[in-house]
């Protein structure tokens, strides 16, 4: 029981975590975050380890491809406005 609440825990930060700092700080250049979408299907594609033969490796491993698809996919819907507007003469 407590791996699964482990798993959960670690997999809903991993998706958490990059929304909170998206919604925080807001998006970078637009090829970071494409760079990041990248590497997280890099990750997810590359033949496995011994690390992943692993309980933590496998935690380290979904957290990395969880955050980064997030990161990289959010990064690139959401952008700032805040600065590319004009100010509102009165």
Not at 15 to 34: D, M, S, V
Not at 49 to 76: E, H, K, N, R
């Amino acid at each position: 029981m407590i791996e699964l609440i482990l798993v959960g825990f670690v997999f809903v930060t991993a998706i958490a975590l990059p929304i909170l700092l998206l919604w925080r700080f807001g998006a970078a250049a637009w090829p970071w975050h494409a760079l990041a979408a990248i590497a997280a299907l890099a990750i997810g594609f590359s033949p496995g380890t011994a690390l992943l033969d692993s309980v933590p490796g496998t935690f380290l491993y979904g957290f990395a491809i969880g955050f980064l698809m997030v990161w990289g996919v959010g990064g690139l819907f959401v952008h700032r406005g805040g600065e590319k507007r004009a100010a509102n003469p009165a």
